[in-house]
Structure formats: C-alpha cells, structure tokens
C-alpha cells in the first residue's frame, strides 16, 4: 500500500507549491482576521452601550459612508498594484513608477472624495437620517477617508509583495487596535458622537504617516515619480476599469445602507451595521485564502498555466467553503445571543442575519472569483457585469426595502451577491475554462446539516446564551466527524498536513530558542 506521502507526489510540484504559498498565507491571515474582527466586535459593543442606540445609529450610517467611498478612493490603484508587482518582478523600476503611481492615485482620488463629502454633508443630511449631529461627523469622516486610502494603499503593497506577516499585522491587528483604543478613550472622557469622530481622524492618520516607512522596508519598493507618463497607460488601462468595477460593486453590495438612511431610521441603521460585522466574521475564510491568491494567480496565468491555476481554484474553494460552513450555521443558530451582547433591541436584526448569511455561504462557495477576472486579464467583462448587476440591484432592493423594511435590504443585496458570483464564476469559464465546482463541495454542506442538528439538540437541553459555548463545540465535534466519515479530499488533507507539519516545527524551534 502507497504511503500517503507517496501519494501526494502525484499532485504536480507547480500546484504544491501554488497550494502551500495560498495556504500559508490563508493561515497567517485568518489568524489576523480573526483578531480584526473580535475588535472590530469589541469597538461596535463599545459604541453602541456608550452612545446608545440613537447615536450609535448616526456613526454607523456616517462609517458606512465613508467605507463605501474608500472602495474606489484610490482609483483601482490596489488591485492594479497586485498585479504589477508579480508581474514585473523582473523589472524593480516598473515596480517602483507603478506604486508611485499607486500613491498618485490614491492622494488624488481621496482628497476629491473627502472634499465632496465634506461639502455635501448637509445635504446628505436631508435626505437620510435627518440628524443634527450627522454633519460633523461625516465631515470630520471626510478626512478619516484620506487616512485609511492610504493605510490601505501600504496593505496592499504588502500583499502584493507576498508579505502575508506585514499585511496581517498592519491591516488585520494594528488598524483596527488603533481605532479599539480611540474609541474606548474617548467612551471612558464622556466625548461625544462627534469627539469620538474627531479622535479616530487624528488616530488613524498618525498611523497613516507611521506606516510608510515601514512597508518600503518590508516591501523593498520605494515609489518612484520619475518616467510615470511611460507606465501610466498601462497602469490606467487596468486601474480605471478596476474602480469603475468597485463603484458598481458599491451600488450592488451597499445601496442597502443607503436606501435604510434615506427611507428607514438611524436606529435602523445602527442594527443593520452591527448585523453586516457579525456577517463579515463568515467572510473570514474567503478573506483569509484569498490573501495570497492575486499574486500566485497572476504567476500562474502568465506563465500559461491555466490547468494548473484552476486545479489550484477548485482546492482553495472547497477549503474556504469547508471552513465557511461552520461560522455560518453557529451564527444561524445562536444568532439572537450574539446580536444580543450589543444590547437588547439589537435582537431585531435576526432575520435580516439569517439572509445574509444564506448570501455569505454562496458568495464564499464560488472563491475567488473577482480576483481572477482581474489577475487573467478580464477586467472589462467584470466591469460590465458589475454595472449590470449594479442597476438592477439598485431597483431591486428600493422595491424590497420600501416593502418589506429592514429585512427587505438584506434580501436585495444577498440576492446580487449571489447572482454576481455565480454570474462572475461563469464569465471566467467561458474565457479561461476555470471552473472549480464538482460533488466534492457537497461533503461539508452536508456535514454542516449535521452540525446544525447537533447544535439544535443541545438547545433542548441547555437554552439562552448558556447554550452558546457547549452547543458550538458540540457542533464542531459533529461537523469535523461527518465530514471524515465521507472521507477528505486528498489535495485538501495534504495541504492541512502540510500546514500543521510546517507550523508545528516552527513552534519547536522557538519554543527551543532557535526561531
């Protein structure tokens, strides 16, 4: 009998080696996004028992705003500049002039949308929350906008150098305990919705600032401003197309926000918002092993290896729906205990979390799908296709929220991110035969029925929040078991084997004073 070492030779070095880079990254990312996400819990449960449901409502509809615009704040500098540092490799001056267009871009575009928002602050007032207090927050927002552009430029020159460590660590522990630690002074002074707003300006651009040098000493790129006429067609040619596709993925993902300011109530929006963070600990998976996927993508198509790259693609999005189902079905069903923890009345959100995750499990399930139509080269076809989506879903969730409310928000947007991902995977195997589907990725939907099962019977036994704790791990005991009783795929036990024998050598030489 073949050893499962001799096994696994079978699986080609090219494709090992593409499994393991993704794979070490996804495991260093959803370590930081895990610690993201519990302060990003941490600074909402905070905000929301200091201000109060009201206020907290007019912070969260003013950060939704601002996050909205970051998306295309920098002009698709940063899915450009992940393409062009793989791909230029060879050549560290066309690096250079690209990142130093990157900045461009990104003090261009900023400033023009922060001055925009600063200017129509009033306005916007109006015609949403109608809060006296919104104003100034959204203005002093204007300039946390520019701030974060750029802490999100020097992310992505991290990750676009591989440096899964300096990524983790900027964007996925120092950014968010910076704005943990702004938020909880200014609760603990008494300041206001507005003071808090002015303190998390002067935080995240002192981190802005301190960051630069930093990531050019990581990186080992510095921007370079001369010769950029030279490099700007290239590098707008796929920059535009990549921010008109953010700003049609804005109005198909997050019209919802919009149209609950205008047409529901800021208390509305409070819930929405911390609704939409406890969904976004579900997108830990998909973020975690797509942190690396540009820039291996990139190596693989340019060099032609399109078999390689969707073997590679069926592997990581059956592992990021494996590791999905879990968080999906412990926020399914203990959903009420956590919205619960940011107080009472937030318990309203439930269904519109149950929508959303259903939305969550389709958009994990397809991977990595945008990444590729931008790294193969598809960039105009995903354009399209996000304006096309964008239009209908604007009409779409207008109709529901006016008919069905909070919850009608949800199911506008869930619906076009499943539609957009589906959409968007068979826009990719019709121009590159990258197809990644096959009755593999039935295993651990099944086994997460199972878990929910499980789950559900504690519930019988122990009820409230006491449940939480022993049902999830019950759960995960029951998930893990089915999934082996259908038995692993072996490209994925290789892949976790490798991982833990890497890690677990790691650990033994620190732990001997050796690392």
Not at 136 to 142: D, E, Q
Not at 263 to 272: P, S
């Amino acid at each position: 009998m073949q050893s499962q070492d001799q096994t696994d030779e079978d699986i080609p070095e090219g494709e090992r080696d593409a499994l393991l880079a993704i794979a070490h990254g996804a495991l260093v990312t959803s370590g930081g996004v895990s610690i993201q996400r519990a302060l990003s819990v941490t600074v909402e449960a905070t905000l929301t028992r200091g201000l109060g449901i009201s206020a907290y409502g007019v912070y969260a509809f003013a950060w939704r705003i601002t996050t909205m615009c970051l998306r295309f704040a920098n002009l698709g500098a940063n899915t450009t500049l992940l393409r062009d540092v793989s791909a230029f490799s060879d050549e560290p001056a066309r690096q250079r002039r690209s990142l130093g267009l990157s900045y461009l871009s990104t003090a261009v575009g900023a400033s023009v949308i922060a001055a925009s928002l600063f200017l129509a602050a009033d306005w916007i007032n109006g015609v949403t929350v109608e809060n006296p207090l919104f104003p100034p927050v959204l203005r002093l927002f204007a300039g946390l906008l520019v701030a974060f552009a750029f802490v999100r430029l020097h992310v992505s020159a991290l990750k676009a150098s591989k440096s899964a460590n300096g990524e983790v660590l900027l964007n996925r522990v120092v950014s968010p305990l910076t704005r943990l630690v702004a938020v909880s002074l200014a609760v603990a002074l008494g300041y206001s919705v507005v003071g808090i707003a002015g303190l998390l300006v002067a935080a995240v651009g002192t981190l802005a600032v301190a960051a630069y040098p930093a990531t050019t000493a990581v990186t080992g790129i510095r921007p370079s401003f001369h010769g950029l006429r030279s490099e700007a067609r290239h590098f707008y040619d796929h920059a535009v197309p990549s921010a008109l596709s953010n700003v049609g993925g804005l109005l198909r993902t997050r019209v919802d926000v919009l149209l609950i300011g205008v047409l529901l109530t800021e208390a509305a929006a409070g819930i929405y918002n911390v609704v939409l963070l406890l969904v976004g600990i579900a997108a830990i998976p998909l973020i975690a092993f797509n942190q690396l996927m540009p820039p291996v993508a990139s190596d693989l198509y340019s060099d032609g290896e399109v078999a390689t790259l969707n073997d590679v693609y069926t592997t990581i999005s059956r592992l990021i729906v494996t590791a999905t189902v879990p968080f999906v079905v412990v926020l399914a069903v203990y959903g009420k205990e956590i919205l619960a923890v940011f107080g009472p009345e937030f318990r309203r959100g439930y269904p519109v979390l149950l929508v959303f995750l259903v939305g969550r499990l389709v958009g994990n399930g397809v991977g990595a799908t945008g990444i590729l139509l931008s790294m193969t080269n598809n960039h105009y076809p995903k354009m399209v296709l996000e304006w096309i989506l964008a239009v209908l879903n604007v009409v779409l969730t207008f109709f529901f929220v006016v008919e069905f409310g909070l919850i009608g928000a949800a199911l506008g947007t869930s619906l076009a991110i499943a539609v957009q991902n589906l959409l968007q995977a068979t826009v990719l195997w019709w121009a590159d035969g990258l197809w990644p589907f096959d009755g593999t990725f039935l295993k651990p939907l099944g086994a997460g029925v199972g878990m929910a099962g499980a789950m559900l019977g504690v519930g019988a036994v122990v009820s409230g929040p006491l449940a939480v704790a022993p049902g999830t791990l019950v759960g995960l005991a029951a998930f893990f078991s089915l999934l082996g009783a259908a038995g692993y795929n072996r490209k994925d036990r290789f892949v976790t084997r490798e991982l833990l024998r890497s890690y677990r050598f790691a650990v033994g030489r620190f732990l001997n004073g050796r690392g």
